[in-house]
């Protein structure tokens, strides 16, 4: 059973337009969800987090949505770089217990065209 | 600070033998978490240590083992390897136990894993 789904296996964005990668979770206890980004050979590296209590989170260039009702949320990437190519594993915990530390989803690959 | 430094970077092995991979954590995390990651799963959890006490395990057979010494620094071993346990094994290392709140996991590069 797959708590958190990233239901896109690739997203292909053209240089300097929206980047939206999603997420969705089954897991109603889930309180705390993060984005990481990872390139081949090198470990997973932390982007961005929002807690349940907020609905929107903003770093530079990255924003993350959080829909609780709809147990969706998403990262969009505005303007896209050359160097936002990598693959992009969405994770969710929760803090009272009920998960195992993070579960991830399967990750989505993104490519950026020039 | 230095990061997760996994060791080693990459073997190879056969059906049969068995493996041992290690992780030190960031300085001052107490909380060392392993997953695998293969193609088309993404990162499966494998289990969390803090302290040097097994919080969480995650739905791998026994084979799948670990531990963590006084200095936080810990081992995963797998016996009696099988085709399918080829994969990248990640380490991660946090202050708090993973799935306290608003914690950030900081992962390694990975210990890729060949079984032959």
């Known amino acids: 059973d797959q708590q958190v789904k990233q239901n896109s296996p690739s997203l292909s964005v053209q240089e300097g337009r929206i980047s939206i990668l999603n997420c969705d979770y089954t897991n109603s206890m889930f309180d705390y969800f993060l984005w990481y980004k990872k390139y081949p050979a090198e470990g997973p590296t932390f982007l961005i987090s929002?807690?349940?209590?907020?609905d929107k989170n903003e770093d530079g260039r990255f924003t993350v949505f959080l829909n609780k009702s709809a147990k969706h949320l998403s990262l969009h990437i505005v303007p896209s770089q050359p160097g936002d190519s990598a693959v992009y594993f969405c994770?969710?915990?929760?803090?009272?217990?009920?998960?195992?530390?993070?579960?991830f989803g399967k990750g989505t690959h993104l490519i950026i065209q020039p | 600070k230095a990061g997760v430094t996994q060791t080693p970077r990459y073997l190879i092995k056969t059906r049969g033998q068995q493996v041992t991979l290690s992780c030190s954590p960031i300085s001052g995390h107490r909380s060392v978490s392993w997953y695998q990651q293969t193609p088309g799963q993404g990162l499966q959890f494998l289990f969390e240590?803090?302290?040097?006490?097994?919080?969480n395990k995650g739905n791998f057979p026994g084979r799948f083992s670990g531990r963590q010494f006084s200095n936080s620094r810990s081992e995963m071993n797998v016996s009696t390897l099988e085709l399918g346990d080829s994969a990248l094994y990640l380490c991660?290392?946090?202050?708090?136990?993973?799935?306290?709140?608003?914690?950030?996991?900081?992962f390694g590069a990975g210990s890729r894993l060949t079984v032959l």
């Open positions: 240590y803090f302290s040097e006490t097994q919080r």
């Open positions: 929002i807690s349940s209590i907020k």
């Open positions: 991660a290392s946090s202050e708090r136990p993973a799935g306290s709140g608003a914690n950030v996991l900081t």
């Open positions: 994770a969710a915990s929760a803090s009272g217990g009920g998960a195992d530390g993070l579960t």
